[in-house]
């Protein structure tokens, strides 16, 4: 019985505080202060996409002159005058330093 008392009490303690409890009030600015700062993170997100997508576009730009750099290389070195021009001057070399044949100096 005294523990149920004990308990009561306790409990009327804690009802008893809650009296003094006020409601809480928002600042009259609250309402301003939230919107700016929605406002300034949308704003930041939209400059933030801005400079993503010029990056992105940047970057596309950069690989397609690249790819298409590689492809005119491509098609450049292999065009048969550059392969007749490279034959000849493995000949020409070949020539020059006699191992054109299968005999081969060990000096």
Not at 11 to 38: G, H
Request: proline share 2%; net charge negative; hydrophobic share 40%.
């Amino acid at each position: 019985m005294m523990k149920e008392e004990n308990i009561q009490h306790k409990v009327d303690e804690i009802m008893k505080s809650l009296d003094n409890v006020q409601p809480a009030e928002a600042s009259p600015f609250l309402y301003s202060k939230v919107m700016n700062r929605l406002h300034y993170k949308n704003n930041v997100m939209q400059i933030e996409t801005r400079k993503f997508l010029r990056l992105s576009w940047e970057l596309a730009f950069a690989m397609l002159f690249f790819i298409g750099l590689n492809i005119a290389t491509f098609v450049y070195f292999s065009e048969e005058k550059y392969d007749q021009e490279y034959t000849n001057s493995l000949t020409t070399l070949a020539n020059e330093f006699t191992i054109n044949s299968n005999n081969y100096n060990y000096y």
